[in-house]
């Protein structure tokens, strides 16, 4: 019997591989599917097929010494790519600022392996991190669960969350052919390592198979494939399509303005959103923006708009839209992975890109959302080390973002002057980089959207065979 195991991590995993077709392919392609799930069962409403169980997984929470060498695996990965902005950023920004016994610890790391970082090393940091778990009861549990289960292929959805290890640990000891999916398009050229070594690979594009070789030179060339991202699969799907009236009459949007949608980061990197959004209402109040406009906000989904209390009360013209996202456990290493979203907010969402006339936001991965639709993107970064502000102004240098600014599929607004130059220009000219546009996305997802889960779905079943 081909039984198929599905690691699904967090929320945006349940979003993408739950709330696609993803789960209907896979139980036509195998006999058994079962879902192993770092989320709580309560999380699942319906299943659409009845070869489909859920398990949820115990949570494991690493010791002081699996810590130790996951760190030293991650930092030496950064260390050996240094030469790429986004892993020597994050080399910068991890480094400790103060001298507890932890920080002295994290310096030690940095220290030896600033001159040791080969592949050999790395390799050896991740073996040492894997036996430190091997005899955890958590992953004995994880290796009872797959014995009794017996999937004849685990695929992992998320390449990174540390706390999967010692399930990819039970599936490696007990020889299951495993696969995992390169998780967004920023991971490769600016994240830490992934948190094993898999057997295949699901990328997004011929651009994402290249890096993935180069960064991590033990993986074979025929065990990568190229089969797009079921991120944006919902906005292919009947179910979640809206219909113009609808989604003015939902927001209490005027149709006779044209609308802008600033979409936020989280608070880790969008510190400067409060700026950019009060920017723009001043702008819109003061008629600098020569077009009549509106303008929707949406909030991050790994947190609630609390932090935007003051420009609410100061612009109450704002449209807000909060991500629909719920949380399914407390108390969790990582609250936010807990956050899952609900039908509503796809549909909003797939709705504000088909309906609004302009995007702004900080080099998130939202302008291909957006770009999907043929929407005009503006990227704000208005910080530098010289304003005073958070410095957003350095994402520009990360790789992935390097070939969207270069691309100029977008334009980059620095300050506030050339943001409301941007948005004049856009609302008059709403088409005049659709040619770049494209050109974009063909690069970053290198196959259509129709059909991407019946197409992994397909070449899961493909390693299985």
Known sequence: ???????????????????????TEAAQQFDIVTIYSGLPISAYRSIPQSNITIKELDVFVEGKLTWFFRKWKEVAHLQKHHSFYG???NLVTGYPKNNSAHSLLVKIIYFFTYFIHSNG???????????????????????????????????????????????????IQLKIPVSTFIFSWDNLASKGRMLGAFDYFLVWSNLMKAELLYFYPNVKEKNVKVV???????????????????????????????????????????????????????????????????LIVRTSPAEDDARFKAVKNEFPEIVWNVP?????????????????????????????????????????????????????VINTVFGNPENGLYNDQRFLNYDHFKKVVNSH???????????????????????????????MIDLQISEPLLHTSKRIAETLSQFHD
């Open 1 to 23: 019997m081909k039984k198929l195991g599905i690691v699904i991590t967090d929320g945006v995993g349940y979003r993408n591989f739950i709330m696609s077709d993803f789960l």
């Open 87 to 89: 892993m020597k950023d």
């Open 121 to 171: 090393s790395i390799l050896l940091a991740e073996k040492l991190q894997f036996l430190s778990f091997s005899n955890h009861k958590i992953t004995k549990s994880y290796s009872q669960l797959l014995k009794e289960d017996q999937p004849s292929h685990v695929f992992f959805t998320h390449q990174r969350p540390s706390y999967l290890a010692p399930f990819l640990h039970a599936v």
């Open 228 to 294: 797009g991202t079921p991120q944006f699969e919902p906005y292919v799907m009947g179910k979640y399509e809206t219909k113009g009236e609808d989604f003015y009459r939902k927001f209490h949007l005027e149709t006779n303005k044209k609308t802008i949608c600033f979409s936020c980061a989280d608070v880790s990197i969008g510190q400067n959103d409060p700026i950019v959004i009060k920017a723009m209402a001043n702008a819109i109040r003061n008629k600098s923006i020569s077009t009549d406009v509106q």
């Open 324 to 376: 629909k996202w719920i949380l399914t456990r407390e108390n969790h290493t990582e609250s936010w992975s807990q956050r899952i979203p609900t039908e509503e907010d796809i549909t909003d969402l797939r709705s504000l890109l088909e309906h609004v006339d302009l995007n702004i936001n900080m080099c998130s991965t939202m302008s291909l959302d957006f770009m999907l639709f043929d929407k005009p």
């Open 409 to 439: 599929c977008v334009t980059i607004a620095k300050n506030k002057e050339e943001l409301i130059s941007q948005i004049n220009d856009a609302l008059t000219n709403p088409k005049s980089r659709t040619t770049e546009r494209k050109a």
